[in-house]
């Protein structure tokens, strides 16, 4: 599969997907992250990235880089880039359903401001390099291979952190939380997981 097709199927994705985007390149990450956020904003749906690699003001300067009119969106409520701590670790913390919570409380308050959806993304090596991987497993699966909210989700993973730590056998529980899986790298592809 191409780099394109990957494009073309993050840019069509719909409510209760659930994604797991794999990738070594932080450029891929970004490439892959935006096109997705950006066919949900140019179609009147809001968008949230939550921030664990890159600092907030990385993101959006990156996503200013892309064409994303950042202000625009922020300005009118569609777009929301949040620092993990504000979202996954509060406190030092992991409370999975407190970021349930949010989730639902950012769809309800993106739906009332009549958007048409919810699409979401999140950096989550900031959970692993805290060694949270129990509650990221957790995490994970509460959100189920097809979401029960009606949100649109990627969860970003660089493919290296994940073996690091915690090997193959994370590896397989992330993918098996999940619907779909896109693997960015020499070759890229899009693969429904088991």
Known sequence: MEKNEV????????????????????????????????????????AAYVA????????????????????????RGALRVIEYREWYIIGGKFNVAKTMGLWKKLLNETTERGFKGL????????????????????????????????????CAYDSDIVIKEGGCKLLMDLLLAHSTAIIMGPKAGVVKTV
């Open 119 to 154: 699409r979401v993304t999140g950096e989550m090596a900031c959970l692993l390099e805290n060694k949270m991987i129990e509650e990221l497993v957790e995490y994970e699966n509460v959100l189920h291979r097809t979401l029960e909210i009606p949100l649109t989700a990627i």
């Open 52 to 75: 664990g690699e890159e600092s907030p003001e990385e993101i959006r300067q990156a996503m200013r880089e892309f064409s994303i009119d950042v202000e625009r969106h922020e300005e």
């Open 7 to 46: 494009f073309e199927f993050v840019k069509n994705l719909k409510a209760t997907d659930h994604v797991i985007l794999l990738y070594t390149n932080p450029e891929d990450k970004r490439i892959v992250l935006f096109t997705y956020l950006k066919a949900g904003l140019d179609g009147g749906e809001a």
